[in-house]
């Protein structure tokens, strides 16, 4: 099932990406998991007793929100993501 749903995700990504169009690639990302996130995760929420361990609110929830942040500066200044 998980690769019915993330395949054409996956494909778009890959074909973004070897057109150089990162815009597309970065977005189909991002959104993705936001909506994997947000909407999948609430309604799954609403029926059952999610448990959320210590670690995640100690270490995995500063990592995110770093990383969001960061993308947030690299929208603001307009970088671009390349090649290292």
Known sequence: ??????????STTVIAA???????????????NLFN?????????????IPVGPRFIEF???IMFGV???LWVMVLLEARIGKI
């Open 1 to 10: 099932m998980v690769l019915g749903t993330s395949l054409p995700e996956l």
């Open 60 to 62: 995995d929830l500063w």
């Open 18 to 32: 070897l057109h150089k169009n990162s815009d597309i690639a970065l977005g189909n990302v991002i959104g993705s």
């Open 37 to 49: 996130i947000l909407p999948i995760l609430g309604i799954t929420a609403m029926m059952v007793d």
């Open 68 to 70: 969001s942040i960061c």
